[in-house]
Nanobody, 116 residues
Framework: QVQLVESGGGLVQPGGSLRLSCAASRNIFSINTLGWYRQAPGKQRELVAAITNGFSTNYADSVKGRFTISRDNAKNTVYLQMNSLKPEDTAIYYC??????????WGQGTQVTVSA
């Protein structure tokens, strides 16, 4: 397994931006899929964005055009740049690393609150 530590959450006004980071405890070059999920109160956890080791990306429809996922293999870190934030983006955001070898690691989560 790999330990993951998220950071960058906080309180932001609607229309604002945040950048989340997820730092891994080891090299991530070979890890197939790095993803960001979120869970709002009373709702199921959902996939927000994911990036493969081939740098292919996919996004939830609700965040397309506003969020960008990226990975820096040299820093063992995956990022989520969130722009034009809306109150409905309020949630705990988690990173998750998976690969075909059975790796499935989650971070502890970071709170994002979008409110005036």
């Amino acid at each position: 397994q790999v330990q993951l530590v998220e950071s960058g959450g906080g309180l932001v006004q609607p229309g604002g931006s945040l950048r989340l980071s997820c730092a891994a405890s080891r090299n991530i070059f070979s890890i197939n899929t790095l993803g960001w999920y979120r869970q709002a109160p009373g709702k199921q956890r959902e996939l927000v964005a994911a990036i493969t080791n081939g740098f292919s990306t996919n996004y939830a429809d609700s965040v397309k055009g506003r969020f960008t996922i990226s990975r820096d293999n040299a820093k063992n870190t995956v990022y989520l740049q969130m722009n034009s934030l809306k109150p409905e983006d309020t949630a705990i955001y988690y990173c998750r690393f998976t690969d075909i070898g059975g790796l499935d690691s989650w971070g502890q989560g970071t709170q994002v609150t979008v409110s005036a």
